[in-house]
T-cell receptor
Framework: DGGITQSPKYLFRKEGQNVTLSCEQNLNHDAMYWYRQDPGQGLRLIYY???????QKGDIAEGYSVSREKKESFPLTVTSAQKNPTAFYLC????????????FGPGTRLTVL | AQTVTQSQPEMSVQEAETVTLSCTYD???????LFWYKQPPSRQMILVIR??????QNATENRFSVNFQKAAKSFSLKISDSQLGDAAMYFCAYRSALMNRDDKIIFGKGTRLHILP
């Protein structure tokens, strides 16, 4: 089945530790995105990438980093510089046609203790 | 820059009734796409309906339909015969038809819809 996988579903980390969230897609989509969602809130864009080895900061990039070494993968690292990292993180991808919607992964709930 | 506004943070509707969720957007572009997404308690984002700006005809998908008013930059979602499974957060979204390096989808803040049995 084609789709986007995010692992793990729940992640716990101690304060001050970096943590990397995985996002993999087998849809052959060019563009990939990371969003943060806080309780009862909308989606805030962290980083996005249109092609391999290139990515752009979104609205709330501070304290986060990404890489795009492969088309299928777009991992997000939440660094210790992120002041409030506890949140729900969604990964998405889109095909190159603007007609198409974003496809979303199931999300990762990160809790920093 | 484009913006999407959903002015109703929460709404409630009686089961089997009809409800309309509002969305307005701002853009200087003439060609774009609009979407409604549903996020149920599972938090999996699901596409509900899509509208191409160049089409005058309003999109429909079973019980879901839109009222697209391009001049007013309005894109409301109507849910008919509301069901308990429709309870979710609904997001309105905009995507430019211009494909460039800065391509991203702009989301509204969402409307939480409660279905009353």
């Amino acid at each position: 089945d084609g789709g986007i996988t995010q692992s793990p579903k729940y992640l716990f980390r101690k304060e001050g530790q970096n943590v990397t969230l995985s996002c993999e897609q087998n849809l052959n989509h060019d563009a990939m995105y990371w969003y943060r969602q806080d309780p009862g809130q909308g989606l805030r864009l962290i980083y996005y990438s249109q092609i391999v080895n290139d990515f752009q900061k979104g609205d709330i990039a501070e304290g986060y980093s990404v890489s795009r070494e492969k088309k299928e993968s777009f991992p997000l690292t939440v660094t210790s510089a992120q002041k409030n990292p506890t949140a729900f993180y969604l990964c998405a991808s889109t095909p190159s046609s603007a007609y198409n919607e974003q496809f979303f992964g199931p999300g990762t709930r990160l809790t920093v203790l | 820059a484009q913006t999407v506004t959903q002015s109703q943070p929460e709404m409630s509707v009686q089961e089997a009734e009809t409800v309309t969720l509002s969305c307005t957007y701002d853009t200087s572009e003439s060609d774009y796409y609009l979407f409604w997404y549903k996020q149920p308690p599972s938090r999996q984002m699901i596409l509900v309906i899509r509208q191409e700006a160049y089409k005058q005809q309003n999109a429909t998908e079973n019980r879901f339909s839109v009222n697209f008013q391009k001049a007013a930059k309005s894109f409301s979602l109507k849910i008919s015969d509301s069901q308990l499974g429709d309870a979710a957060m609904y997001f309105c979204a905009y995507r430019s038809a211009l494909m460039n390096r800065d391509d991203k989808i702009i989301f509204g803040k969402g409307t939480r819809l409660h279905i009353l049995p």
